[in-house]
């Protein structure tokens, strides 16, 4: 299954300039997920974040990584139609290399542990087939 940026925005509630997943190119519920985030020179982060060598800040990754994972668990619990809220229980990570404006993110999730209302993943980033970063990221759902 493919989503466009329409098909996530009725998902998280997230939008710009913090909505960091512009495309899911794969999603098997239970098993993975990839999507991709567009990395834009105009983003506001670059304007303070090492201006002078643009790099695209660790947090933000991560940040990408649970939203996509919100999406994920979103199919893979069949919670289609709900409002929810998400709320990151826990994170750990590793950073391989610098992501910087022009790159595409790669972003790839997969089940570590899936319960009802938690979820813990790994994720990790690509760039081109290069690793830049990997996390575990547990969280937690609430219906509103």
């Known amino acids: ?6 098909e996530i925005q009725k998902i998280i509630p997230h939008r710009f300039p913090f ?3 512009d495309r899911v190119l794969e999603l098997v519920p239970n098993e993975k997920l990839v999507a991709i985030k567009n ?3 105009n983003e506001a982060h670059f304007q303070g974040h090492f201006p002078q060598e643009k790099v695209m800040p660790g947090v933000l990754m991560i940040e990408a ?3 996509a ?10 919670m289609q139609g709900k409002d929810l809220i998400y709320y990151l229980a826990k994170s750990t990570a590793k950073f391989h290399k610098v992501v910087t404006p022009g790159d595409q993110l ?12 938690v979820g813990f ?6 760039v081109k087939d290069e690793l830049v970063c990997e996390a575990e990221i547990g969280f937690g759902i609430k219906e509103v």
Request: aromatic share 12%.
């Open 1 to 6: 299954m493919e989503l466009n940026i329409q």
């Open 19 to 21: 909505l960091m997943i």
């Open 39 to 41: 990395v834009s020179v």
């Open 65 to 67: 990584m649970a939203q």
């Open 69 to 78: 994972g919100c999406i994920y668990f979103y199919y893979s619990k069949n």
């Open 106 to 117: 790669r972003i790839e999730i997969r089940t570590v542990k899936l319960l009802p209302k």
């Open 121 to 126: 993943l790994a994720g990790q980033c690509f």
